[in-house]
């Protein structure tokens, strides 16, 4: 059984029926109800359409927090081959909310960076929800600077809802770390893809996709802020969440619009976490197109068009 959002209740009703007629025809193997289980399916499977064909901005962040959409371990172990874990940002220690190595991705040799949330109860407290310390950012950097050095392509999938706040990460120059990260991002002079696959929120994304293609997966969300913060700060209430989300333009579909992302991942039907295969195998169609776009490009170029990406980003913007 799938973990339902709140939205998806009707789904998860028509749903639990046909496990109801299954587990009925199990213990009764005389029970013919393959036409009404079809029936059923088909009903369902059109409910989900209509209901993500037409998500509000805050659905589409309780879907980009689904705890069964595929993680940054998900995309490595199906797309990434050889992966070789590096750890430690040679300051402090080991940050695991970062994960970050070398790797091939289909035959190329690359770095690789992303924020993990774990996807249980042990491994989301050892990743810290995927909320990042300084020394995850330090890593980052020194896995930039060395892609740099060996002239190594970086993918990067950011999920995140925002660097860890506490007191330790700002006494160890949180700030400091994720803009030192972002400057390295901007002066790589290989070829950079970055993917939201949920959340990229706030500067702890930032910190890891200034890249010359970001992409996001349809039911992602990517924002300054997220809506929960924004709420708290606008309007000192919760019940202004849904209106912050609808404000932030948070969505895949306003991003594009915007030209803050180059272009968005479709999903299956119901969302990433119904088919994480399917996913992963898309957003590695997608980051092989980006890759494939900046093979002729001198490093140079490749440095100075994502420097003018994100300072045309700003004037569109304020346009």
């Given amino acids: 059984m799938h973990a339902y959002l709140e939205f998806e209740r009707p789904i998860a009703e028509l749903e639990g029926k046909i496990v109801e007629l299954r587990q009925l025809a199990a213990n009764d193997p005389t029970m013919d109800i393959e036409d009404d ?20 901005p805050w659905q589409k962040a309780l879907v980009a927090r689904h705890p069964a959409r595929p993680h940054f371990s ?30 091939r ?3 190329r040799p690359v770095a690789i960076v992303g924020h993990e949330k774990g996807n249980d109860t042990k491994s989301r407290l050892k990743h810290n929800f995927g909320m990042a310390m300084p020394e995850g950012y330090r890593k980052a950097h020194r896995i930039f600077d060395m ?28 700030a400091e770390a994720i803009a030192r990260s972002t400057q390295a991002s901007l002066n790589l002079k290989v070829p950079f893809v970055s993917v939201i696959i949920g959340e990229g929120m706030s500067g702890g ?80 169609d997608m980051i092989a197109r980006g ?5 002729h490009l001198s490093g140079e170029e490749l440095r100075r068009q994502r420097r003018e990406k994100y300072l045309a980003m700003g004037r569109n913007l304020a346009a």
Wanted: hydrophobic share 40%; with cysteine; proline share 4%.
């Fill in 74 to 103: 998900d995309y490595c172990s199906q797309l990434i081959d050889e992966f070789t874990p590096l750890a430690g940002d040679r300051v402090f220690g080991e940050d695991r909310a970062v994960v970050a190595g070398l790797g």
């Fill in 205 to 284: 994304a930032l910190g890891i996709a200034v890249a010359n293609r970001v992409y996001m997966l349809e039911h992602s969300i990517y924002s300054v802020i997220t809506p929960e913060g924004c709420a708290s700060i606008l309007w000192r209430s919760a019940d202004k969440t849904q209106d912050a989300a609808a404000a932030l333009r948070i969505t895949a579909q306003d991003l594009r619009e915007l030209k803050v992302i180059d272009d968005i991942v479709p999903e299956p039907s119901g969302g990433a976490h119904r088919n994480p295969e399917q996913t992963i195998m898309s957003v590695g």
């Fill in 147 to 174: 892609a740099n050095q060996f002239e190594l392509p970086v993918i990067s999938f950011a999920d995140t809802q925002g660097a860890y706040p506490g007191v330790g990460a700002e006494e160890r120059g949180q």
């Fill in 37 to 56: 289980v079809t029936r059923l399916q088909a009903k369902a499977n059109q409910l989900i359409d209509e209901t993500y064909a037409k998500l509000s």
């Fill in 105 to 107: 991705f289909r035959g």
């Fill in 291 to 295: 890759l494939s776009e900046m093979n």
